[in-house]
Nanobody, 115 residues
């Protein structure tokens, strides 16, 4: 069992920045593919960014150049640095852990971009 706990969400003005964190329990964090997903009201959950155990990254087109995913395997923690935030980034952001057939989700953290 892997538990994921997100933090760092909140209310920010357009153009502002936030950094999300996802702390994972367990001993296999370093070999898992970790990702951030988001779900806005009335919309399906979508991929924001992911990072493989080897460090390869994938970003949604809508966040390329603004968001950066990273991980600290020594701390079992993944991050999402979000810059130049837009109202369209408003959503609940979820942390995801995948390794072979194991998959876990965090409880989500709300990000609201509004003036």
């Amino acid at each position: 069992q892997v538990q994921l706990v997100e933090s760092g969400g909140g209310l920010v003005q357009p153009g502002g920045s936030l950094r999300l964190s996802c702390a994972a329990s367990g001993s296999i964090f370093s070999i898992a593919t970790m990702g951030w997903y988001r779900q806005a009201p009335g919309k399906q959950r979508e991929l924001v960014a992911l990072m493989t155990s080897g460090g390869s990254t994938t970003y949604a087109d809508s966040v390329k150049g603004r968001f950066t995913i990273s991980r600290d395997n020594a701390k079992n923690t993944m991050y999402l640095q979000m810059n130049s935030l837009e109202p369209e980034d408003t959503a609940v952001y979820y942390c995801n852990f995948r390794w072979i057939r194991l998959e876990y989700w965090g409880q989500g953290t709300q990000v609201t971009v509004s003036s």
